[in-house]
């Protein structure tokens, strides 16, 4: 069964600061991976993902995650945080076949920028 | 417009009562899911719904009953609530095919149980 790991979480960062939230899953075949962010009091909203090709994965609001195969992780990044990056930010793994996607996702890291 | 809405935003009721939730999609997707958050913002799948069929179906309490009248709506009626079904349940839908396989996830309806 597939799991994902999030270690982090609770980050506080001070704005300008560079940001790695760590996220590994467990899964020995093809994955597709997902960063989904929760701004407080909101529903979840799709930051990035990766399905194939190149590794390294541009999203919305400046942030990038890599894809690295050898160590099960899809960590994400971002250069220089805001304060309206604080929020909750989910890893999410889908190993499902038949056409159907379960996603599995991790605890959740939660994010505070302080200004 | 839209995407994925839910009904009620807010529910407040007493243990033992029987409540439902609703979920509608206007994307014209196939597939449906509930998901349940806890107050440890854990986000656990449900259920999910497959052009009305019953693809997915975690290990939840039979209190539990999803209903899809049509490949647009995936409703959640709970039966005899229990204090520990309080959480936030959100929907969502999702856009299958290659890269632009995702889900798309509904406002959420926060559940407290009395």
């Known amino acids: 069964a597939q799991s994902v790991s999030q270690h982090n979480h609770h980050v506080i960062l001070s704005e300008a600061a560079s940001l790695e939230l760590g996220c590994n899953y467990s899964?020995?075949?093809?994955?597709?991976l997902f960063w989904y962010v929760q701004y407080p009091g909101q529903h979840l909203q799709l930051l990035l993902k990766y399905f194939s090709g190149d590794p390294l994965v541009k999203g919305i609001k400046g942030f990038e995650a890599e894809f690295i195969k050898s160590k099960f992780s899809f960590n994400l990044r971002k250069p220089s945080v805001q304060w309206s990056d604080t929020a909750e930010y989910f890893c999410?793994?889908?190993?499902?076949?038949?056409?159907?996607?379960?996603?599995?996702f991790g605890t959740g890291t939660k994010l505070q920028v302080i200004p | 417009d839209t995407a994925v809405s839910q009904t009620p935003k807010y529910l407040v009721t007493q243990m033992g009562n029987d409540k439902s939730i609703k979920c509608e999609q206007n994307l014209g997707h196939d597939t449906m899911y509930w998901y349940k958050q806890d107050s440890k913002k854990f986000l656990k799948i449900m259920f999910s719904y497959n052009n009305k069929e019953l693809i997915i179906n975690e290990t939840v309490p039979n209190r539990f009953s999803p209903k899809s009248p049509d490949k647009a709506h995936l409703n959640l009626h709970i039966n005899s609530l229990e204090l520990g079904d309080s959480a936030v349940y959100f929907c969502?839908?999702?856009?299958?095919?290659?890269?632009?396989?995702?889900?798309?996830f509904g406002p959420g309806t926060r559940l407290t149980v009395l």
């Open positions: 999410a793994v889908n190993a499902g076949g038949g056409g159907y996607q379960k996603v599995t």
């Open positions: 969502a839908s999702r856009l299958a095919g290659g890269s632009a396989d995702t889900q798309y």
């Open positions: 899964y020995g075949g093809t994955v597709n």
